[in-house]
Nanobody
Framework: QVQLVESGGGLVQAGGSLRLSCAAS????????MAWFRQAPGKEREFVAA????????LHADSVKGRFTISRDNAKNTVYLQMNSLKPEDTAVYYC????????????????WGQGTQVTVSS
């Protein structure tokens, strides 16, 4: 069992930066690949980024590539999302999730989800 709690969201101007954190409870955190998704009002939840257990491999959606960076610290049971050069279209609720790397970008396959943190980017 893994419980996930996101933090770090807020209101930022376009071009600004935020760092999201996702703290996990449970001793099995280091067994799971981790991912960030986001959901804007009226839209489906979309994949943002993912990272393997060993941090050796990461994956970023084209829409955030070069601006967002996912990382993890297994000793702290935490995964991060550094978001730079934010745009108004990045406004959404951001969720972290845990699951198998095999289908990490597919929301319906993931095992655990946090409650989400709101990110609002003003123009």
């Amino acid at each position: 069992q893994v419980q996930l709690v996101e933090s770090g969201g807020g209101l930022v101007q376009a071009g600004g930066s935020l760092r999201l954190s996702c703290a996990a409870s449970g001793r099995t955190f280091s067994s799971y690949a981790m991912a960030w998704f986001r959901q804007a009002p009226g839209k489906e939840r979309e994949f943002v980024a993912a990272i393997r257990v060993s941090s050796a491999t990461t994956l970023h959606a084209d829409s955030v590539k070069g601006r967002f960076t996912i990382s993890r610290d297994n000793a702290k049971n935490t995964v991060y999302l550094q978001m730079n050069s934010l745009k108004p279209e990045d406004t959404a609720v951001y969720y972290c999730a845990a699951g198998s790397w095999r289908a990490i970008a597919i929301a319906t396959t993931l095992d655990y989800w946090g409650q989400g943190t709101q990110v609002t980017v003003s123009s």
